[in-house]
Antibody, heavy 119, light 113 residues
């Protein structure tokens, strides 16, 4: 069974940093592209970033480009999202999701982790 | 404001049929597969339809998808109260400025009256 478990969320001050993790199990993590998607309270889904299977290719939404970094450790079956220079508008539940093929779709989702940016 | 346009809400009675539209352009829907996601209250999104009209294992055939040109449609028949949720379309979007990124529609809240 595919499992994606996010962690690392919490309360952080504006301008601060946070690193999210997504622990994957039940599939061969190193062969799949992965994504981060976020959802602000009461709002819709917004795509954040994606990374290819070996970590050599990354793409970001304009709203986080230059501030967020997606990465992965295939030996640890873990996806990461390093978030710097956080703003109030980054407050959201962050989900990781598995893409079953390159530029496919978001097949499996984690339960999400809440990030709150506030002073 | 998303590049994919969905109606904010739709409603229908139990047992009836409803459709949810997703309108885009040649930069997204027109040249890419569309997928649909269901988000029940307080839960993570769940894949309902992929590659325009395919259902993952475990998704009942009451859910269907179609695409024509730059628009896609999700259909739900035999509505149940348990279908009350937010529904999102999604696809790839290519632009000169932003490159090749995933986009979601704004979401549609389904109410089963």
């Amino acid at each position: 069974e595919v499992q994606l478990v996010e962690s690392g969320g919490g309360l952080v001050q504006p301008g601060g940093s946070l690193r999210l993790s997504c622990a994957a199990s039940g599939f061969t993590f190193s062969t799949y592209w992965m994504h981060w998607v976020r959802q602000a309270p009461g709002k819709g889904l917004v795509w954040v970033s994606r990374i290819n299977s070996d970590g050599s290719t990354t793409t970001y939404a304009d709203s986080v480009k230059g501030r967020f970094t997606i990465s992965r450790d295939n030996a640890k079956n873990t996806l990461y999202l390093q978030m710097n220079s956080l703003r109030a508008e980054d407050t959201a539940v962050y989900y990781c999701a598995r893409d079953p093929r390159r530029d496919g779709y978001l097949k499996d989702w984690g339960q999400g982790t809440l990030v709150t940016v506030s002073s | 404001q998303s590049v994919l346009t969905q109606p904010p809400s739709v409603s229908a009675a139990p047992g009836q049929k409803v459709t949810i539209s997703c309108s885009g352009s040649s930069s997204n829907i027109g040249n890419n597969y569309v997928s649909w996601y269901q988000q029940l209250p307080g839960t993570a999104p769940k894949l309902l339809i992929y590659d325009n009209n395919k259902r993952p294992s475990g998704i009942p055939d009451r859910f269907s998808g179609s695409k024509s040109g730059t628009s896609a449609t999700l259909g739900i028949t035999g509505l149940q109260t348990g279908d009350e949720a937010d529904y999102y379309c999604g696809t790839w979007h290519t632009s000169l400025s932003a490159g090749h990124n995933w986009v979601f529609g704004g979401g549609t809240k389904l109410t089963v009256l």
